[in-house]
């Protein structure tokens, strides 16, 4: 398996541009998560889906940022209009779901990094 | 709020030395993952902690649960520069929400 899939890698905009970020997650997984990392906030959850359905999205920080998942192997994270505070690593991650040792791991993507100007 | 706190947050030691990591959790959480991170990289899952006294080992590392105390563990032995990364704690909080510590950079000298 190909483990969890973001692109792009890198991403450098201005602000008040659009952003969007994907994200495939390993095959099966009924789990997925949009996390954000920065030195100042540390490791936070924006949102997860299970089968497809947004289940929490209490740690979108605020209208700009919407996210999707049309169907079980793609999800975006869309941030319209970007301002430089989102400059971040935005990181994808998918699990089993269920109860389990294995069913629970979440495994990460590479991440997106995100640099708006 | 559930609040994960690491201890120490920077760690710098000499290889063949041992050490240990806290992960202290404010409320009650029977589960808890441990994470490493390389710089510039994605997270990499170390250990998944589902029980009190749940024991895990890999290599030169080990991680424990202690529920009643909210507290788990990492211990390094006989550390080499291999394991210079980060290393994340977990809390489950609510089904499949992790609140993450903030992370402990460790650095292994030669």
């Known amino acids: 398996d190909a483990g969890v899939i973001q692109s792009p890698r890198h991403e450098v905009t201005e602000m008040g541009q659009e952003v969007t970020l994907r994200c495939k997650p390993i095959s099966g997984h009924d789990y997925l998560f949009w996390y954000r990392q920065t030195m100042m906030r540390g490791l936070e959850l924006l949102i997860y889906?299970?089968?497809?359905?947004?289940?929490?999205d209490s740690g979108m920080p605020e209208d700009r940022f919407s996210a999707k998942m049309p169907n079980a192997s793609f999800s975006t994270l869309k941030i319209q209009p970007s301002e430089p505070r989102d400059s971040a690593v935005y990181f994808c991650a998918s699990s089993l779901g269920g109860r389990g040792l294995s069913q629970e791991t979440q495994y990460f993507g590479p991440g997106t990094r995100l640099l708006v100007l | 709020e559930l609040k994960v706190e690491q201890n120490p947050l920077f760690l710098s030691m000499q290889e063949e030395k041992n050490y240990t990591i806290y992960c202290n959790y404010s409320?009650?959480?029977?589960?808890l993952y441990w994470y490493r991170q390389d710089p510039g990289k994605s997270l990499e899952s170390l250990f998944v902690?589902?029980?009190?006294?749940a024991v895990k080992q890999e290599g030169r590392l080990m991680a424990s649960l202690d529920t009643k105390a909210r507290l788990s563990t990492l211990h390094i032995t006989a550390a080499v520069h291999d394991l210079s990364a980060t290393y994340f704690c977990?809390?489950?909080?609510?089904?499949?929400?992790?609140?993450f510590g903030q992370g402990t950079r460790l650095t292994i000298n030669p």
């Open positions: 902690l589902l029980s009190n006294g």
């Open positions: 889906f299970n089968n497809n359905v947004p289940i929490d």
């Open positions: 409320t009650t959480s029977d589960r």
């Open positions: 977990a809390v489950e909080r609510g089904a499949q929400k992790l609140v």
